[in-house]
């Protein structure tokens, strides 16, 4: 029987976005290899158009033209885009993954219509959040296109109409990727995991076990989607306006007509001359509903995201995607086995910090639990690393506290664990490795 005889995580910077690859070496010097997420909404500065490009090509370099296993986190386009690019998709849809995960809010049997049993259609409420995912994106690329239009307003805030676009765009379906996804996984093998699941990666993974953390169900959690359920007749309001301005049929002066009182300053009768200064007013008005909206679904994705906790040996290797609390709090404070899972995590050796840095991603219970925190002085062997990907400038702001990568979390991390950030590793060579430490 084969045993890991060593391990390497190589986190590239693909700018604002995640993806990492999990290289395992045999003790007959086989190897094996996880790619986790693959995309980006803005490239690295400096970086050239093909960048994406240039990481796929490293990706099969390194893998030798195949991949084991492929662990998509989320739909968020930050973690699933470049699966969908035109160029680096098909160079990692070409190293056919044996096993495609997914979390369960992607399984395309949740995709209902009319024509199914009312019965299927209402299995658990799963169906139904799908579909409340599925308008939401809808909105959202909507909301992408009057977030662009508004950055040639000359009297417009630039910054809103940036974020707009910015949150619009990271919410968006991603077609691509997704069927691409599909793809690969009815060639092989497709989970669409939730916690407690079993990957059953044994076969492909000797010697590395996973805990599926998160997302919970809707039973175990329903706070996952408990907005999206209480109005998702709102969400489907907002979905019909979003694909009408995407198709060029609908702006945002039309956002009253289709979501009424949930847009009480919202307007669709023609402004007469005498004023026009209100223009700028109005359009900042819109701006603030569609990010208030856009913020609520941006939140609801991430709680599906996947919570993933490798174990190779005594060694454990933390990957929580971008999953908030709404999604942690099932498996730190309510699963029935929750002490033996807080104890496991505690251990954690490597930690791939959560939602690219952000402060909401890295819950006080489970950063305060981590036995390996240790300051530089005090540094052994066994100091907890972190890892992590990111791009500052993208994501909030400093005066308000909102920044990513959170300059408090960050400063932590420096001063309590061996931090690694892909932000520091540019050009011919965009990625930082970790020497995994087996136990």
């Not at 999990?22 to 490239?43: A, C, N, P």
């Not at 104890?343 to 690219?356: E, F, Q, S």
């Not at 390996?372 to 907890?384: C, Y």
Request: with cysteine; proline share 5%; aromatic share 6%.
């Amino acid at each position: 029987m084969t045993s890991v005889e060593s391990a390497r995580l190589r986190a590239y910077n693909v700018g604002f976005g995640d993806c990492l690859l999990l290289s395992l070496t045999y003790d007959d010097q086989t190897k094996r290899h996880v790619l986790i997420d693959f995309g980006t909404t803005e490239r690295p500065t400096s970086a050239p158009r093909d960048h994406l490009l240039r990481i796929a090509d490293n990706i099969a370099a390194e893998t030798s033209n195949k991949l084991d296993v492929l662990i998509a986190t989320h739909r968020h386009a930050d973690h699933i885009s470049g699966f969908g690019d035109s160029k680096a998709g098909p160079i990692i849809e070409g190293l056919k993954p044996d096993l495609v995960v997914q979390p369960w809010t992607e399984d395309p049997d949740l995709e209902t219509d009319a024509r199914q049993p009312a019965a299927a259609a209402a299995t658990n409420g799963h169906a139904a959040l799908q579909r409340s995912l599925t308008n939401m994106q809808a909105f959202a690329a909507g909301a992408r296109a009057e977030g662009l239009r508004l950055l040639n307003e000359p009297k417009f805030p630039k910054r809103t109409a940036e974020r707009l676009a910015f949150l619009g765009e990271t919410n968006l379906k991603n077609k691509d990727a997704v069927k691409a996804l599909m793809r690969m996984g009815k060639r092989t093998r497709a989970v669409y995991a939730k916690f407690g699941d079993d990957l059953g990666v044994d076969d492909l993974l000797p010697g590395l076990t996973v805990e599926v953390l998160g997302p919970p169900t809707l039973e175990q959690q329903p706070a996952i989607a408990d907005y999206a359920e209480k109005h998702k007749d709102y969400w489907l309001a907002a979905a019909g306006w979003g694909r009408a301005v995407e198709a060029g049929r609908a702006t945002a002066d039309d956002l009253g007509d289709h979501l009424g009182p949930l847009f009480p300053n919202a307007v669709s009768d023609s402004i007469p001359p005498a004023a026009q200064w209100l223009i700028p007013r109005l359009n900042t008005s819109y701006a603030d509903e569609m990010l208030s909206l856009l913020r609520i679904m941006d939140k609801v994705l991430n709680n599906t995201s996947l919570i993933l906790l490798f174990h190779i040996g005594d060694t454990s290797l933390l990957f929580p995607g971008d999953a908030q609390i709404e999604n942690w709090s099932y498996a730190l404070f309510k699963a029935r086995n929750r002490t033996n899972i807080c104890a496991r995590l505690a251990k954690t050796n490597v930690y791939k910090v959560g939602h690219h840095g952000s402060l909401n991603a890295t819950p006080k219970t489970l950063w305060n639990s981590f036995v390996h925190k240790a300051s530089e002085a005090q540094a052994d062997e066994d100091r907890l690393i972190s890892v992590m990907s990111t791009k500052a400038g993208k994501h909030g702001h400093r005066e308000n506290d909102t920044e990513v990568p959170r300059k408090p979390l960050v400063t932590a991390l420096e001063k309590l664990s061996d931090h690694k950030s892909t932000q520091r590793h540019t050009g011919a060579k965009p990625w930082v490795d970790v020497d995994v430490p087996l136990r």
